[in-house]
């Protein structure tokens, strides 16, 4: 299967620059990919559109969503923090800016980081870069010390952990969005149970949940699980290689603890719906899902789901609209097919759908 039988057109103003005014207050489409209409009618049949995320919680009390005994499904969600990631230096030299995306700290010390930059090769080795504070004064320099495959090493004079970053660094958002981080992004560019810090780049499905449909969803008694993927390489990295069997995934960092996987095996035992919010969370499912148990450790992975992979745990998805010829647009169609896939995305072009982070949202059952 190639990379460009995922491809797509886009209006470019139907790419979500800004979350809604409002946290929560995105349209949702519901995909039923299990009618088995055929191609010429299934867009009418699968696709239900005119929702809004605050309907979600009645929404899964509805009786597609239960248990054959009639329980509510178990919704797991990635809990991950994104990291203040983004850093602008100056060429000492030139006092030309470039934009540092710290993806891994390759040492404890926080001296050492795997990052991403625009025009790696027009960096060298020894090439030092100064980082200035509000008040122009220099907080950090740091050294290009190395190369590890498509990125630089850059190695601080100062320690740069979380808390450095968090006084001055910025959130990364995607390159889609054509702005500037503001000082929101900092709280709507992050989930409202987001914490454990280390994603660089947000599990967008969860942007959506406000403390109010959290507190709905219990009243309905729809129980929550929390998992922990760490966003990176693995999730955004553009496929570039035309066949997408070529493609190599690069390796995340998840957990689960044991009351989290004590949750979904017991759910799965009896039947209840697993639903998974994002990407990231399927991912994490599908890695850990092992002979009825899921694993209960930190562990890594690279997982590629693409079609033809068999789901092992997960019965539902709730994710945002995805990037043409991504990887996460390939889990997504593995998930529904690529058809219905394509045929909803085309829907929701026409009735003008917001896409990508900010954007609006589908639950595919």
């Given at each position: ?124 080795t020894g090439s030092v870069f100064l980082f ?6 220099i907080i950090n320099k740091a050294a290009v ?221």
């Amino acid at each position: 299967m190639r990379t460009d039988d995922f491809t797509f057109e886009l209006p470019e103003h139907l790419i979500a620059q800004y979350p809604p005014e409002k946290r929560g207050l995105s349209r949702l489409m519901l995909l039923d990919r299990k009618t088995g209409c055929s191609p010429s009618n299934r867009i009418t049949s699968n696709v239900i559109t005119g929702n809004m995320i605050t309907e979600l919680p009645k929404i899964l009390c509805r009786d597609n969503f239960l248990s054959p005994t009639g329980e509510k499904p178990l919704l797991v969600f990635n809990d991950t923090k994104v990291r203040k990631a983004r850093l602008t230096g100056q060429y000492e030299k030139t006092g030309i800016e470039s934009e540092f995306l710290l993806l891994q700290n390759k040492d404890k010390d926080g001296f050492i980081w795997k990052v991403m930059v625009k025009h790696k090769h027009r960096k060298k080795t020894g090439s030092v870069f100064l980082f200035y504070n509000n008040y122009e004064a220099i907080i950090n320099k740091a050294a290009v010390s190395g190369f590890e495959d498509d990125y630089l090493l850059l190695e601080f004079e100062k320690p740069v952990d979380d808390t450095w970053l968090n006084l001055y660094g910025n959130i990364p958002l995607p390159p889609y969005i054509k702005r500037k981080s503001a000082k929101a992004d900092e709280q709507r560019y992050q989930t409202i149970y987001a914490k454990e810090t280390g994603s660089a780049a947000a599990p967008t499905a969860g942007l959506h949940f406000t403390q109010e449909i959290m507190d709905e969803l219990r009243e309905n008694r729809i129980e929550c699980a929390y998992i922990t993927l760490h966003v990176g390489l693995g999730t955004f990295l553009p496929v570039r290689s035309e066949n997408i069997k070529d493609h190599v995934m690069h390796e995340e960092q998840y957990f689960i603890t044991d009351d989290t996987a004590q949750k979904i095996e017991e759910a799965k035992l009896k039947g209840r719906k697993i639903i998974a919010v994002g990407t990231t969370s399927v991912r994490t499912l599908e890695s850990a899902w092992e002979n009825g148990k899921l694993e209960k450790k930190c562990g890594s992975t690279s997982i590629f789901i693409y079609p033809g992979y068999n789901f092992k745990i997960i019965d539902a998805m709730f994710t945002n609209f995805h990037t043409p010829e991504s990887t996460l647009l390939m889990l997504v169609s593995a998930f529904a097919g690529r058809e219905l896939i394509l045929e909803s995305y085309a829907q929701a072009i026409r009735e003008e759908y917001r896409f990508f982070s900010y954007g609006d949202a589908m639950l595919i059952y």
